[in-house]
């Protein structure tokens, strides 16, 4: 294939193959995102009809304000902003609340960048175990609030949870989460990167008093993307102004929010969000047949001898992680390709995503995929253990 | 050249892309149902008439 320039190549693997990514399906685009990033990719595209107060989310052409206003009705939040992905989210609450020496509460399974919005900020993570289920129980954070209260004297001042994890895409429970931190007084941030775009998420319906999504996880958008959305209790610490005042020249910049350094999703990331939402605003009530069909998936993979799923099952997210330690790991050990010999496999049967040499513990995720590329894929694998002699239950 | 043609380009650039979700959709074998042929059918015509378009204009 052509490259678009000599060291750039086309990327087509979302054309060409099955791709079983952790992180990639719920950012793929939607053909209306791609249009938009052909009219909208240069620079400041959507500052063409910028006018007074001259902020982004203020601005009617192309109706990024109106944008607003619907994405925060879909989240079930009074407020919202786009921000360039999940982690400037975490990272704008953190800053806002947070200081130096403050405890927050976060989950033993806490993405990294929310380790680093709470460091940012000055601030000391405090981690929720999990149970024997990889869950993060509601009794066990108030247990750590409790702990933490006990240590330091004080509060934590935050609660931070992932509604879905990264590791094992298992749900955890953010509603009882979200009691105890009303119980406590502590505001609450739901981490939704792996549900806001895929399944319906009603903030306040959680007890949220933050939620957070990744536009280029689960939003068809691309990177980086995302948004931060509060209750008008929390708006105004969250999305203050500016007080700021240039001692020469007596500048203000009034309107301007400080979390958010001004504008946010200058140009084409935000119109192929806007773009996609459409169809967002539709598939996540399709999130039933995608768990459907994760789960018929997980059934045929554990028809293959040795084959393991540390997730929680029956499959409650299309991310799962897999342990081919029993199966695949064995041919691993006497091929000449070692774990590589199981990518060529795929990879010869228009299979990307994995990651390339693994034959354990790995993850995988078919958010998007039709019925009929779910049970080429189940084949597939099928197909590779046969191959090699692993026996497959009928 | 007009600004015709530069509306025919567009329109060629977008329906190519509904080819490729056609593509992503019907992967990896691409084997595609009458509907998706039909609809395949359909954006080939469509980008000849935009091409057309922008020949025409070209002449002009």
């Not at chain 1, 399906?25 to 052909?38: E, Q, S």
């Not at chain 1, 960048?113 to 709470?118: G, H, I, K, Q, R």
Request: some cysteine; charged content about 30%.
């Amino acid at each position: 294939m052509k490259n678009i320039i000599e060291d750039i190549e086309i990327r087509a693997r979302e054309e060409l193959y099955i791709n079983i990514h952790p992180i990639q399906p719920g950012g793929r685009l939607t053909p209306a995102a791609m249009k938009a990033m052909i009219s909208y990719g240069d620079g400041y595209s959507t500052c063409d009809w910028c006018r007074k107060p001259f902020r982004l989310d203020k601005i009617k052409r192309p109706s990024i304000e109106e944008f607003h206003v619907e994405l925060a009705e879909f989240l079930g939040m009074d407020q919202v902003r786009v921000v360039p992905g999940a982690r400037r989210g975490f990272q704008a609450v953190a800053s806002s609340l947070v200081e130096k020496g403050d405890s927050v509460i976060v989950s033993s399974l806490a993405h990294y960048t929310e380790f680093l919005a709470v460091e940012d900020a000055g601030g000391i993570v405090k981690e929720v175990p999990l149970n024997e289920k990889n869950i993060i129980t509601a009794e066990a954070t108030a247990r750590k609030i409790e702990e933490v209260k006990r240590e330091t004297g004080k509060l934590p001042k935050l609660i931070m949870i992932d509604y879905f994890d990264y590791m094992f895409g298992n749900e955890h429970e953010i509603r009882g989460i979200a009691k105890v931190s009303k119980e406590y007084e502590i505001p609450f941030l739901c981490n939704g990167a792996y549900a806001v775009g895929v399944l319906p998420v009603n903030g306040k319906d959680i007890g949220a008093d933050f939620l957070v999504g990744s536009g280029h996880k689960s939003f068809a958008s691309p990177a980086p993307s995302g948004m931060v959305a509060t209750t008008n209790e929390w708006a105004g610490k969250v999305f203050r102004t500016t007080q700021m005042c240039g001692d020469v020249t007596k500048r203000k910049f009034g309107i301007k929010e400080v979390e958010m350094l001004g504008c946010t999703l200058m140009g084409a990331n935000l119109i192929a969000m806007m773009a996609s939402f459409p169809a967002v605003k539709e598939r996540v009530k399709h999130w039933d047949d995608e768990i459907k069909k994760i789960n018929y998936f997980m059934d045929e993979f554990l028809k293959i001898e040795g084959n393991k799923v540390p997730s929680e099952m029956p499959r409650k997210h299309t991310l799962t992680k897999v342990d081919t330690t029993g199966s695949f790991d064995k041919i691993a050990q006497t091929h000449k390709r070692r774990g590589f010999f199981f990518s060529d496999e795929l990879g010869d049967r228009k299979i990307v995503g994995e990651f390339a040499g693994a034959t354990r513990a790995w993850k995988l995720n078919t958010y998007g995929l039709t019925w009929d590329q779910i049970k080429y894929l189940a084949n597939a694998f099928q197909d590779i253990a046969r191959k090699y002699g692993i026996k497959v239950l009928a | 050249m007009s600004e015709k043609a530069v509306q025919e380009t567009f329109e060629a650039l977008f329906a190519l892309t509904d080819l490729r979700q056609i593509f992503r959709e019907t992967k990896p074998d691409h084997k595609l149902n009458d509907e998706q042929k039909k609809k395949v059918e359909e954006i080939l015509k469509s980008v000849r008439r935009s091409l057309g378009v922008i020949e025409e204009e070209l002449t002009k």
